[in-house]
């Protein structure tokens, strides 16, 4: 039996929330009232949004595969969860100011890692009491200012819940800088890394910057989440930093092979999550995540079998 196309219409999109793409999404309109059809997902390639898309993916998934792979070794998940969630302030604000809401973000989340590295190391703080802190406060500014924003809030359900169909060209250029600036940091100061990753105080002793290692770590962890948001959501995020890495970590505990296979895991989820949630018709940003869960529960399961 011949398989049935796709017929396109605005409702086939209705997780996308385009900016700039207006002379787009009237082209993909007017082909539905045409009714042609999408014959198969290459298609879409043509069209700018979806070449953006697989850009955005890959050089998403070298940022988090890189710092995702320091935050798991470091084990800072719950303070990356943290960042996360207090970069919702920042995106409020900018709502409320009329200004980009990303760039006040990181603003945020910058200042919330800093803000939680300095209360734990220096002020007698536990360090799980100011993650919860800054949490909460981020979260609670975010709600507040979005309430105070007049009118509605353009585009808030994508960085809630991610839609990789919404990564502009200047989004691509933003998390580009940041890819570049990464690779080049850790070629230059992978052993200090590793070091200060897996054992701080041995780090210490050998009379490593451990503080400024630690600090600079923290402002790319909140910049790579930050650069993100577009991709899977706040809501999500944290998995996409976590779940490659825990994967890879199944069969090996090397820190560069973990980095190397949590970004070619963490690609592969995303070019997944984006073709499957086109055939199903459900948002992307949640089915990655779903994807990354199913690979890692099966992973696990036949790891055993593997060892017979």
Request: glycine content about 8%; charged content about 10%.
């Amino acid at each position: 039996m011949p398989k049935k196309s796709k017929t396109l219409c605005v409702d086939d999109l209705r997780h996308a929330e385009y900016y700039g793409m207006q002379d787009t999404f009237d082209e993909l309109y007017q082909k539905s009232q045409n009714g042609e059809v999408f014959e198969n997902l290459m298609d879409l390639l043509q069209y700018a949004f979806f070449q953006n898309a697989l850009i955005g993916s890959l050089l998403t998934a070298i940022a988090c595969g890189i710092v995702g792979t320091y935050i798991v070794s470091r084990r800072l998940v719950f303070i990356s969860g943290g960042i996360t969630h207090a970069s919702f302030g920042g995106l409020g604000l900018g709502f409320y100011l009329g200004t980009n809401p990303i760039l006040m973000a990181m603003l945020f989340s910058i200042l919330s890692a800093f803000g939680v590295e300095w209360a734990s190391k220096t002020q007698n703080v536990r360090e799980d009491s100011a993650i919860a802190g800054v949490w909460s406060l981020g979260m609670a500014l975010g709600v507040i200012f979005i309430f105070l924003t007049p009118g509605y809030a353009p585009n808030l359900s994508a960085y809630l819940f991610g839609n990789i169909l919404t990564i502009s060209t200047a989004d691509i250029l933003w998390i580009l800088g940041l890819v570049v600036l990464l690779i080049l940091i850790f070629s230059l100061f992978l052993r200090e890394i590793v070091y200060v990753a897996f054992d701080r105080d041995f780090a210490v002793t050998q009379g490593l910057p451990v503080k400024w290692i630690e600090y600079t770590m923290m402002c790319f962890i909140a910049m790579t989440i930050v650069l993100s948001i577009r991709l899977v959501g706040i809501m999500l995020l944290m998995s996409l930093l976590t779940l490659p890495q825990i994967t890879v970590n199944l069969f090996t505990s090397d820190f560069k092979k973990i980095m190397w296979g949590s970004i070619a895991i963490g690609f592969l989820g995303c070019v997944s999550g984006l073709v499957l949630s086109y055939f199903l018709n459900v948002p992307s940003g949640a089915f990655i995540i779903l994807f990354l869960v199913v690979l890692f529960l099966a992973l696990k399961a036949i790891k055993p079998l593997l060892r017979r």
